[in-house]
T-cell receptor
Framework: EPEVTQTPSHQVTQMGQEVILRCVPI?????FYWYRQILGQKVEFLVS????????KSEIFDDQFSVERPDGSNFTLKIRSTKLEDSAMYFC?????????????FGPGTRLLVL | AQTVTQSQPEMSVQEAETVTLSCTYD???????LFWYKQPPSRQMILVIR??????QNATENRFSVNFQKAAKSFSLKISDSQLGDTAMYFC?????????FGTGTRLQVFP
């Protein structure tokens, strides 16, 4: 069964550094998402992406964040200058909106720790 | 704005018993989708079950079923014949206009 994959599984970085989190969505999916979950808290929507542009973004997704689909398979989240409060689990998700009617399938997550 | 409320931070159940997790939501929309996701200690988000708001019939997936009460804006999850592997955080989520809105989760512990 096709899966969403994410790399790396864990990332430790220094405050102020740039990080890029990578995702490979399910191959026939066209809609992509990033969510984050601060430890012990609920999962929060960051951004949705379709047809090479952002469809919607939350207030968390400020100018420090950007997303890109650099090729036909990868979907990336970049944090330009990390802050301590960016420490969280970051989930990528995708769906195709045709056969599975808005069901989003999640990757295993990247655990980001900012020191 | 839509909100999702899970009023039970923690629940426990004995193996083979049945447990129900509660979820309520608030929306002015008429057409939407509701989901339950499971998050085991590995923290991966696993889809458990989905419900389309325009369908009156409650969704069922093996041991998992929902009680969807649209008028009451309630969407509870029933786990029958609980297994040790069901131990996890369970998140209720509302989908409308391109994003999922999650509740705060219920931590379920299944005891032998």
């Amino acid at each position: 069964e096709p899966e969403v994959t994410q790399t790396p599984s864990h990332q430790v970085t220094q405050m102020g550094q740039e990080v890029i989190l990578r995702c490979v969505p399910i191959s026939n999916h066209l809609y992509f998402y990033w969510y984050r979950q601060i430890l012990g808290q609920k999962v929060e929507f960051l951004v949705s992406f379709y047809n090479n542009e952002i469809s919607e973004k939350s207030e968390i997704f400020d100018d420090q964040f950007s997303v890109e689909r650099p090729d036909g398979s990868n979907f990336t989240l970049k944090i330009r200058s990390t802050k301590l409060e960016d420490s969280a689990m970051y989930f990528c998700a995708s769906n195709d909106r045709s056969s599975h009617k808005e069901t989003q399938y999640f990757g295993p997550g990247t655990r980001l720790l900012v020191l | 704005a839509q909100t999702v409320t899970q009023s039970q931070p923690e629940m426990s159940v004995q193996e083979a018993e049945t447990v129900t997790l509660s979820c309520t939501y608030d929306t002015s929309e008429n057409n939407y989708y509701l989901f339950w996701y499971k998050q085991p200690p590995s923290r991966q988000m696993i889809l458990v079950i989905r419900q389309e708001a325009y369908k009156q019939q409650n969704a069922t997936e093996n041991r998992f079923s929902v009680n969807f009460q649209k008028a009451a804006k309630s969407f509870s999850l029933k786990i029958s014949d609980s297994q040790l592997g069901d131990t996890a955080m369970y998140f209720c989520a509302f989908y409308n206009t391109d994003k999922l809105i999650f509740g705060t989760g219920t931590r379920l512990q299944v005891f032998p």
